[in-house]
């Protein structure tokens, strides 16, 4: 069973930082795809970021700039480094695993990012 850790939201005014990072444990080696969905109060679920385990990255058109997603393979994780913070970046942040060609996918428990004006 795949497990996925994330840590690193909180509190922060409107153009500082975070970086959140998710740590997935328990899956067989894959080419795998990791994803951060963020979710505000009231509104759908959007995906913000994605990452392959070749590197190939992809970011939605709100944080491109902003926001930078790397891996490091060796401790399993995926981080997000979010710059230049908006008030409307507040959201819950979750990240979701799945291997490239499975359609099982496995989501961490989330963590929240406020961004204060």
């Known amino acids: 069973q795949v497990q996925l850790e994330e840590s690193g939201g909180g509190s922060v005014q409107a153009g500082g930082s975070l970086r959140l990072s998710c740590t997935a444990s328990?899956?067989?080696?894959?080419?795998?795809?990791m994803s951060w969905y963020r979710q505000a109060p009231g509104k759908d679920r959007e995906l913000v970021s994605s990452i392959r385990s070749d590197g190939t990255a992809g970011y939605a058109d709100s944080v491109k700039g902003r926001f930078t997603i790397s891996r490091d393979n060796a401790k399993n994780t995926v981080y997000l480094q979010m710059n230049s913070l908006k008030p409307e970046d507040t959201a819950m942040y979750s990240c979701?695993?799945?291997?490239?060609?499975?359609?099982?996918?496995?989501w961490g428990q989330g963590t929240q990012v406020t961004v204060s004006s």
């Open positions: 979701k695993f799945r291997c490239a060609g499975s359609s099982a996918s496995y």
């Open positions: 328990g899956y067989t080696d894959c080419d795998y795809v």
